[in-house]
Every structure is written in structure tokens, then in C-alpha cells.
């Protein structure tokens, strides 16, 4: 697939835009959402254009390689548009999904604190008590992306009653949520981050996403890992274009480090698209991650003064007509390893 030529220069013009804070995040999930980037994976009955969540990371990858902050807010959308789709609450999708796709309404996953839970890093933040067949809610969520503003549904992970997690769809507009001044992120600040606290936040039950969150969660951490992926990837192509266009004659000798960087980059992709699409990281997750790691050892590992150089070069010499925003997006690679725990 391709992004329509129409997106892509917009991208182009409001990188720097989207990442300096200047730019509308509003704006930005409407304009991905009417390139139809958000019905892509979704099963054509429920009104997507068909595909797999693979579809869905190549789509969201090509998107970072112009914008990462534009990429960090399709992530954070697309994933929570994932959750229902994987919901056994029909009607939670039905009466939610026709206003993500069209970027009317804004999706946001506050679930990473969930899969710390899963693995033994961290208790889960949200606590309920009951309220007849509903829940009353309390805790807080420290850091969630395309919270936009008056206009957002968040998936988060609350520790039952009973002492069982489950999953749950929390409204913007809900007595008792209280959404934070962005944060001030480097270089990704028109991604509409910030925080939520509930203070005895009513939750219907018809508003719960899983409520087995132990048996849930498993199932659809591929997709969450798998879009944050996508990031990840188009970051790393551009930063390989950029020094490929930046080594000519005269630093030809990085060419052999760049393509075998180029190689290993494409040999990841293969490995990850490879997994969703055949359900293996469901199933045996620590295999298959193994096997991708193997499959994207490069032939010949670059040594660290070449990379160095390769760095050096590519900021040293930058093509003429860069994208803007690009020296941003650089400043933004650093700040990507904090965005992941959105």
C-alpha cells in the first residue's frame, strides 16, 4: 500500500508543526482518518477495507516516516479501534465504531500499564467497586496519547472487585474524569498526551471491553507490540534514507553499512508481518520472537565507529529537499523510547 499523495504532503508541510506543539492533533486524526487509514485491517462487515493488522503496521509505518508524532497518534487510535474489534462486547463496537473510522471520535489505549501487570512489573492503577450490576472507579492513568480534548474514549485496565482484572471503556465526558494540560513532550507535542485521574468515575457495565483481562490481554498484545512497532520502523527507514541520500561519492564507503542496516531493517519487518499475520505471536510468543531475532541478524554487523560516521554524515549533509520537521523527528527518536509507555 501506499499513503495517498494528498496526505503525504500535508505530512510533509506540519511535521514540524505537530511536532513543536503548533499543530491541531484534531486536525491530524481527521486527516488520517479521511485517508481511511483507520478502516485499514478492520473486516470489510464492520465497514473496513479488509486486511490484517499487518496492513495495519506498514500503513501506520509509513505514516512515521514523514511524522512521528502524527505516527504516535495513529498508534494510540488505531490500537484502541483494535480492542473492539478483538471485544466480545458487540454492541460496545457497534455503538463506537463507525466514529473512530471516520476520526469523529478519538480512540486512545491506556493499556501498557496492563501489560506490565501481565508480565510482574506493576500493579494495575485503577481500582473498582461495585455499584449494583455497574463499577465505581478510582485511580489514575499518567500518561495516554489522542486524549483529544472534550472528545475521547480511553480502554484501561482495572482491578475488579473480586480481585480479577478486566478491561474497560472510559468516556471523556464521564462525572468524575479529569484529563491533565498536555504534557510536554520533545518534539511530539501535538499528539494530544496527557494524563487522567477518576474520582469515583461511574462504569455501566455495558462499557467493559474484556472482563476476563488475564485471558483477554494475551490475545491482543501482538496487535498493541506490533502497531508500536510500526513506529519504530518508519522512523528507522527514513533514518536510513536520509544517509543513503546523504552518502555520495565522496562517504561511499558507508554505502556497505547502510544497505546492510537497509537489510536488516527489511528482514525485521518480514519476521514481524510474518507473526501477526499467521497468529504465531499468539500462541508462542518467546518462539517467535526468537526466531525473529534470527532472521533479522544482519550478514555483516556494522562496527560502531562506521555507524558513527553514517550519523554523522547523514545530519552533516542533508538532502535538499528534506521533509520538514525532519531535524524534529531526529529529536524525537530520543523522546520515542518514553512514548511507548503511553
Known sequence: MSLDPSLEHWLDDNASALDAGIGDPATLLKRLADAGLFRIGAPVELDGSGGDISDAVEALAQVAERSLAAGFVFWGHRTYIEYLLQSPNAALRDRHLTRLFDGSLAGATGLSNAMKFLAGLEELQIAAARSGEDFVLD????????????????????????????????????????????????????????????????????????????????????????????????????????????????????????????????????????????????????????????????????????????????????????????????????????????
Open 139 to 342: 485511580g489514575k492513568m499518567p500518561w495516554v496519547t489522542n486524549l483529544q480534548t472534550g472528545n475521547y474514549l480511553v480502554a484501561a485496565a482495572v482491578q475488579g472487585p473480586d480481585g480479577a482484572p478486566f478491561v474497560a471503556s472510559i468516556a471523556h465526558d464521564g462525572a468524575g474524569v479529569e484529563r491533565s494540560p498536555d504534557l510536554d513532550l520533545m518534539a511530539m507535542r501535538s499528539t494530544a498526551t496527557a494524563a487522567v485521574r477518576l474520582t469515583g468515575v461511574p462504569l455501566p457495565a455495558s462499557d467493559v471491553i474484556a472482563a476476563d483481562a488475564k485471558g483477554w490481554l494475551p490475545a491482543v498484545r501482538p496487535a498493541f507490540l506490533g502497531l508500536q512497532c510500526g513506529m519504530s520502523i518508519g522512523v528507522a527507514r527514513r533514518s536510513i534514507a536520509e544517509a543513503a541520500a546523504a552518502a555520495g561519492s565522496g562517504r561511499h564507503v558507508l554505502r556497505p553499512e547502510i544497505e546492510a542496516l537497509s537489510e536488516r531493517l527489511a528482514a525485521s519487518k518480514r519476521a514481524l508481518h510474518e507473526g501477526l499475520h499467521e497468529g504465531v505471536f499468539r500462541t508462542r510468543p518467546q518462539i517467535s520472537s526468537a526466531s525473529a531475532s534470527r532472521s533479522a541478524r544482519p550478514r555483516r554487523k556494522p562496527s560502531s565507529s562506521s555507524c558513527r560516521r553514517a550519523a554523522a554524515s547523514a545530519t552533516s549533509s542533508p538532502p535538499a529537499k528534506a521533509s520538514r520537521g525532519a531535524g524534529a523527528r531526529r529529536r524525537s527518536c530520543r523522546s520515542s523510547r518514553r512514548a511507548s509507555c503511553s
